[in-house]
Structure formats: structure tokens, C-alpha cells
């Protein structure tokens, strides 16, 4: 018989350095989830990704206080801000432009973050990721 969920937790950790600070500590402790064991075991499932990457994190918490996670790719934007080298996103989008990403950029991330976008190729893919680019205030060459 399969396990009776107790509810679902979302939540955006840096890769490789889950602690039981908040976010982290308060959202696994309303749920009654090992704390500890969690952290331990999401750094060893990002270990291998870059160092203070934003993973978005879906933790389905069951009745029994045992739980599993889902990590996801990194969101665009931080895929973005790393290819136009910048480290905040445009306070004015549509006035001023902030970075420049080429098109051969954009193609890459699509690559990257298919598998979590709501595309079935890269080319749809890439028009999500250009116009992510330009909600930021960036411009697509």
C-alpha cells in the first residue's frame, strides 16, 4: 500500500549548501522532517552541480516523517545573468537595456532547461528563454 502524503513543500536551495537555517529548517520542522537528514542528503545530490546554483526543490512529506525530493535545473534567469556576466536582473525593463546574450547563448540554455520548460523542441524553447531575456531588460543578438 503506498504512503499517505502529508503535503508538499517547494522550496529554492543553493546547490551544495542546504542548511537547517531558514528557508530550510522552519519549512522541514512545521512538517515533522528530519532536518539534518535532509540537508545531508540534497548536498550529496548537488554536489556535482555548481556551487551556490539556485535548485528549485519539490519535497513531498509523508505521514510517516520519512520524505522524498525532486531537484530541478536551475531557472533561466540565473542561466541568463551568467551569460550576459551581470548580477542583477534590469530595475527598468523595456526603458534601458542591461546585458546582451547572442542567439547562439539563448540555444544553449533552451538545451540545458528543456527537459523543465513547457516545449517539445529547442526552438520553442529558445522563444521562452528570448523572452525571459527580455522581461530582464536584456537584448537578444
Do not use: H, W
Not at 33 to 55: H, M, R, V, Y
Not at 58 to 66: H, N, W
Not at 128 to 134: C, E, L, Q, V
Request: proline fraction near 7%.
Amino acid at each position: 500500500m503506498a504512503k499517505e502524503i502529508l503535503g508538499y513543500i517547494k522550496l529554492q536551495i543553493p546547490a551544495g549548501s542546504a542548511n537547517p537555517a531558514p528557508p530550510v529548517g522552519p519549512a522541514l520542522g512545521q512538517k515533522g522532517l528530519n532536518i539534518q537528514d535532509f540537508c545531508k542528503q540534497f548536498n550529496d545530490s548537488t554536489s556535482k552541480l555548481e556551487k551556490g546554483a539556485p535548485i528549485p526543490t519539490v519535497i513531498t512529506a509523508y505521514k510517516d516523517r520519512t520524505f522524498v525530493f525532486i531537484t530541478k535545473k536551475p531557472p533561466v534567469t540565473f542561466y541568463l545573468k551568467k551569460a550576459a556576466n551581470i548580477k542583477k536582473g534590469n530595475g527598468t525593463p523595456g526603458k534601458s537595456l542591461l546585458g546582451k546574450v547572442t542567439m547562439s547563448q539563448v540555444r544553449e540554455i533552451a538545451k540545458e532547461k528543456l527537459e523543465d520548460l513547457n516545449a517539445y523542441d529547442i526552438e520553442e524553447a529558445s522563444k521562452i528563454i528570448m523572452g525571459s531575456a527580455r522581461s530582464m531588460g536584456m537584448e537578444v543578438v
